[in-house]
């Protein structure tokens, strides 16, 4: 088979996306098309050929609306679409139910689980070696000596345990703390990380007895505020809440009262419910003791788009030598 890709990606991450294409499909593919708007690709939907859609950020949603346009028909366009992200909420793939049936989806899952996991292995050693007072008592010229805590035998509980959820269990077993997983299918078994993996009946007895609540839910219509006021209450007053998973999932309201009201201990975000998050929100006036607060880069390196761009370069020749690829495809109607 041999397809066109449309790479529908921001000027940014343009070079990056663009050094992999050009080395790894070159004889692979008919063409490679990148834009930032359906109207780049009208030549290549007009042609015929058979496509590839790469695609990120939420514009993406009115190209994969344009470019599916021929629902109904057996032999679709677009014979595969990918995302460079993980998380697929962003393009609203529930708007576009015909015109993404029947079309494989697959996305960037694995790629950013280590460096989203060593980003929560920072937390909770944020939390537990106070860099607030550290970089203070630098200030005032203080020899400041004081108890740092151990994360070694303290409890974690990661919930929505993936593939992020289990590199970020993986590295707090490391650590020597006790893990609980928290997934649908969750049985009461351990795991090869030495991780508990529980269903979510175990939930509110896990969220009690945890010293860190990791949040790592995909954002769905399931999963909105599933972080919220009674969430809050059911926690340790000594314990703190990370968030990597998606904003929507956290009502911050909720959370900013449990952080004021001393309810639980501090909070550490990377996802907002709106992104990016307004100058007039009370999240920038919540301590550095209580909120660690990142601008949703947890998972920016250097290689960030290099390592999703390669995942869609090998599904893609999969899909030329075959005409198939079953890795890493999204379930849709989970929305993840």
């Known amino acids: 088979m ?23 499909l070159s004889g692979v593919v008919k063409e490679i098309i990148y834009g930032q708007s359906a109207d780049a690709f009208a030549a290549a939907k007009a042609s015929g050929n058979p496509l590839a859609l790469l695609v990120e950020t939420a514009a993406a949603h009115a190209v994969i609306k344009d470019l599916c346009d021929d629902y109904g028909k057996e032999q679709r366009r677009v014979k595969f679409i990918y995302s460079m992200s993980a998380g697929v909420d962003a393009y609203r793939l529930s708007e576009l139910e015909q015109e993404i ?49 151990e994360l070694r035998g303290q409890k974690a509980v990661v919930i929505g345990y993936g593939d992020i959820g289990q590199a970020c269990g993986q590295k707090a077993a490391a650590l ?30 896990c969220v009690r007895e945890a010293d860190f609540v990791i949040g790592v839910l995909p954002g769905t219509e399931h999963t909105k505020h599933f972080f919220n006021k009674a969430f809050f209450a059911n926690m340790k007053p000594s314990a703190v809440f990370i968030n990597i998973g998606r904003g929507v999932s ?11 009201k001393d309810v639980i201990r501090g909070a550490a975000l990377d996802v907002f419910e709106v992104e990016p998050l307004p100058k007039e929100s009370p999240m920038w006036d919540v301590p550095d003791s209580k909120l660690l607060l990142t601008a ?41």
């Open 2 to 24: 041999s397809l066109t890709v449309c790479a529908f990606v921001m000027q940014p991450n343009l070079p990056a996306v663009k050094s992999v294409l050009e080395a790894q």
């Open 101 to 149: 049936r029947g079309i494989p989806i697959h996305n960037a899952q694995g790629c950013y689980s280590n460096i989203l996991a060593e980003h929560v292995a920072f937390s909770m050693m944020y939390f537990n070696r106070f860099p607030w007072r550290i970089v203070s008592s630098k200030h005032e010229k203080k020899w400041d000596r004081f108890n740092m805590v």
């Open 176 to 205: 020597g703390m006790h893990v609980t997983g928290i997934r649908r299918s969750g049985d009461n078994t351990t795991d090869k990380f030495g991780v508990m993996v529980r269903g979510n009946d175990a939930l509110d007895e």
């Open 250 to 260: 956290q009502c911050e309201v909720d959370l900013i009262d449990a952080l004021d």
């Open 296 to 336: 949703h880069t947890a998972d920016w390196t250097d290689r960030l788009m290099h390592l999703s761009a390669e995942r869609f370069a090998t599904i893609l020749k999969s899909y030329a030598a075959s005409g198939s690829s079953d890795a890493y495809c999204v379930q849709v109607h989970k929305g993840y």
